[in-house]
């Protein structure tokens, strides 16, 4: 019950030497090129560096696999308002107080092995899930029961609709034939992955991995019948390789992106806004957090002080939109932003005497440098990105330039991918720039579960949940247990506990928004037909979105050119 962090295109070198790489890493088990067999969709996910074959969808470090092996038990859209779609399970329904969830599997799957899929699998996956909690990021805490083959119940003490979309659309069923000797299974790596998903591993090299149809699958054979994962260099060797024709889909950012019919022919783009862009702060004093971010006044005067038009325009290419201190997205989620806060949306254009009024009225005087500094601290601050992610890293200096001239220092760090993830879990850390993702359906619920609840975070020096930011707020952990027992569809009972939460993150503000990130999807539709567009956006179109690829996947129809 993982929800695993959305990945990043990044890394720098020179365009001939990506070319190579591509060419070197596009190539299977044969001399052919990658994009040259025309059911054979090649995808590269932003992978940095080689592979090491892991296929433990709930591993840190697991490579994929997660929908097209691995299946869940539906499937939930975040970016539109549709019922969930039935996979290993056709139907669900919860007891009027929320406390019991009855759940009808799919009859007549089969694991890739030839085993016959139950209800056991199902129960021993939410209990293996239980009982670690290393993967129990939700806090799931029902206790399942096969009622016969095809019929599991699910009781909770108390009322859990909340609970349902984590259970049903990222739960993904594992066989307990296959793993019920898995000594620690939050963490073993597999190499063998035995799945009910419409696709095999078929080979695994550390520059690409390959997984082909499943001709038994239950849903009937995939129209195309291999998935070729690239392990390139970062997002200049992506871009290099729509030039050359070696990639079918790639999420990340591309030079000239307005222009991507004509300087990639074939290919189209689509501009999802879903992860929301925001520099994370190392806020909790109690919890050991040191540095001038852990003043609220100075987060205040940061959220004040950027410029997030030049923002967009320099590090975005324009493909970024408005942000909400609520967390909210203002598109999906208008109805449910509070008439309480501050700003609806964050202000574009940069408020510099309100940025200093506010360092000045905590007690910060400006020095002969023009750095504020309060007690002999400046507010000097070191904000760390991931070397190649190339808008992060020109987003980050545009930011430290801006920051500046309201008084505020910031060095921008440029560290390795490792290293990013370990400050960050650790918090030792003062600024990083990141994303915040959505959950398993389209609920707000779910991002405030996960990045502001106390139980999702730990003192410095430990490993928390999403919630790295060390928050922790009696009044939200109150509001978030208080929307855990109301039922999703009874809106009137749900908005006083989304306005609290609302405005005490605004006041507090320890993930300050800089803007609503437009996630770029690129796809060959000259080679496969049934994408995701604009109009009709089915499912999260980023290659590395789970399971909503998998999802994609099996639309797509090759044209055969």
């Known amino acids: ?62 490579i994929g696999g997660t929908g ?35 759940i009808t599997l799919r009859d007549g799957v089969n694991w890739s092995d030839g085993t016959e899929f139950t209800a056991a699998d199902v129960v021993f996956t939410l209990d293996m899930i239980s009982r670690n909690k290393g993967m129990n990021s939700t806090g799931y805490a029902g206790r399942a029961e096969a009622v016969d083959d095809t019929h599991v119940v699910i009781t909770f003490d108390r009322p859990s609709f909340a609970d349902g979309p984590s259970i049903l659309g990222k739960t993904y069923v594992v066989p307990a034939h296959k793993w019920k000797d898995i000594a620690d299974p939050a963490v073993t790596p597999m190499a063998d992955p035995i799945g009910t998903g419409p696709y095999l591993l078929e080979e695994f090299k550390p520059q690409a991995y390959t997984l082909k149809a499943n001709p038994t699958y239950w849903g009937g054979e995939p129209a195309v ?75 205040q005067a940061i959220y004040h002080a950027i410029d997030r038009t030049q923002l967009n325009a320099l590090a975005f290419e324009n493909t970024g939109s408005d942000i909400s201190p609520s967390f909210l ?22 408020d510099q005497g309100k940025a200093q009024q506010l360092l000045e009225n905590a007690g910060y005087a400006k020095g002969s440098d023009g750095i504020y500094a309060r007690n002999g601290e400046p507010v000097s601050l070191t904000l760390s990105t991931v070397a190649g992610w190339t808008d992060y890293i020109t987003a980050a200096d545009t930011m430290g330039q801006q920051l500046r001239r309201a008084g505020i220092e910031v060095t921008v760090q440029q560290v390795s991918w490792n290293e990013f993830v370990d400050a960050r879990d650790r918090g ?27 139980a999702q975070t730990a003192a410095v020096g430990a490993k928390p949940g999403p919630n790295v930011s060390r928050f922790s707020d009696p009044q939200v952990d109150q509001a ?82």
């Open 428 to 454: 030792t850390y003062q600024l990083i720039i990141d994303s915040l993702y959505q959950g398993p359906a389209p609920d707000p619920f779910y991002l405030y579960n996960y990045f502001y609840s106390t």
């Open 225 to 299: 019948k291999k998935i070729r994962y690239l392990a390139l260099s970062g997002n200049q060797a992506g871009a290099a390789a729509l030039k050359a024709g070696q990639v079918d889909w790639q999420t990340g950012p591309v030079p000239d992106l307005k222009d991507v019919e004509r300087n990639y022919p074939g290919y189209r783009s689509v501009i999802t806004p879903v992860n929301q862009i925001a520099l994370v702060t190392c806020g909790n004093t109690t919890l050991g957090c040191q540095g001038p971010q852990t003043d609220p006044a100075v987060r």
């Open 480 to 561: 978030l247990d208080a929307l855990k027992l109301v039922n999703p569809t009874d809106t009137a009972a749900r908005q006083p506990h989304l306005e609290t939460i609302q405005t005490r993150i605004e006041q507090a503000m320890p993930y300050i928004p800089v803007l609503t990130q437009g996630t770029i999807s690129i796809y060959r539709d000259a080679k496969f037909t049934g994408w995701p567009t604009n109009s009709d956006l089915y499912a999260f179109p980023a290659v590395w979105a789970h399971p909503d690829h998998a999802e994609i996947i099996l639309r797509l129809k090759p044209t055969g050119r």
């Open 329 to 350: 997205l203002p598109d999906r989620d208008s109805a449910l932003i509070s008439d309480r806060l501050h700003d609806r949306t964050a202000p574009m254009r940069p």
């Open 1 to 62: 019950m993982t929800v695993p962090r959305s990945p990043h295109a990044g890394a720098r070198a020179a365009i001939a030497l990506l070319a190579a790489a591509v060419m070197a890493a596009a190539c299977g088990s044969s001399d052919t090129p990658a994009g040259s067999d025309s059911s054979t969709l090649v995808a590269y996910t932003g992978q940095s560096g080689d592979y090491q074959i892991n296929f433990n969808p709930y591993a840190p470090t697991n």
């Open 68 to 102: 097209t092996i691995f299946q869940t038990l539906f499937f939930y859209n975040i970016v539109g308002d549709a019922e969930p779609t039935p996979r290993l399970a056709t139907d669900f329904t919860w007891n009027a107080d929320g406390t019991q969830l009855s």
